[in-house]
């Protein structure tokens, strides 16, 4: 018998009143996203979701992280503030306008200084990243057609032992869904089966907020 414990709704209210909680600065990004950008602020990361890449990041003593998909910053604001001194984040993202609260916010937390914004489409930016300067962390969490390709992109840039951590990988179920076969649902459904058939990675998926996958390089 599976050892799983199905998560209700209340059952998910415990979950997140037992984690370190979210400070003012956090709560303050997260209620403007909600005013800027109204119904696409379900873009954005899951609050424990951000506590997890921080603590990722921290115990792995991450110091070269790179994100595929910045919003308006929580995700990246979390795990900056987790990087140890001379630790660089470069986010990935194609909105001057979304990212423009982003800027606003990291210089609140007094992170800005760790950041390194980079307006272009993603694929791009990741191909001109050095191979001799490994990354630590990635995070995935942008566009889902390209998510194999980011990988793939990422992968090769890893250190020995880093982490990639691939968000919405369950898709709020879509993706065992035999009719739904939108470009979206079938491009996780693929990276969720590359990874996991991928040899070069040890890999878990989580059941955390929509899904996170998590892959470490050998």
Not at 43 to 56: D, K
Not at 107 to 126: C, S
Not at 144 to 150: G, M, S, V
């Amino acid at each position: 018998m599976p050892k799983y414990t199905p998560v209700s709704e209340p059952l998910h209210e415990y979950l997140l009143a037992h984690r370190t909680p979210d400070d003012a600065l956090l709560e303050e990004l997260r209620s403007e996203t909600r005013r800027a950008v109204g119904e696409r602020a379900g873009m954005q990361i899951s609050a424990e979701e951000g506590t997890f890449l921080g603590l990722l990041i921290a115990a792995i003593g991450a110091k070269r992280v790179v994100e595929v998909g910045t919003f308006t910053g929580y995700s990246a604001l979390c795990m900056a503030r987790a990087l140890p001194s001379g630790g660089r984040l470069i986010c990935c993202d194609v909105s001057e306008e979304y990212t423009a609260i982003a800027r606003r916010f990291w210089q609140k937390a007094g992170v800005a200084d760790r950041i390194d914004l980079r307006l272009a489409p993603a694929l791009d930016t990741l191909r001109a990243l050095p191979r001799n300067e490994p990354l630590d962390f990635a995070f995935i969490d942008a566009d889902k057609t390209n998510y194999q390709a980011y990988y793939e992109e990422i992968l090769p840039r890893l250190r020995p032992g880093g982490l990639i951590a691939i968000d919405n990988v369950l898709w709020s179920g879509r993706v065992i869904e035999p009719r739904d076969q939108t470009p979206d649902t079938a491009a996780i459904r693929a990276v969720n089966d590359h990874v996991a058939a991928d040899r070069r990675v040890q890999s878990v998926m989580l059941g955390l907020s929509d899904g996170v996958t998590l892959a470490r390089k050998l």
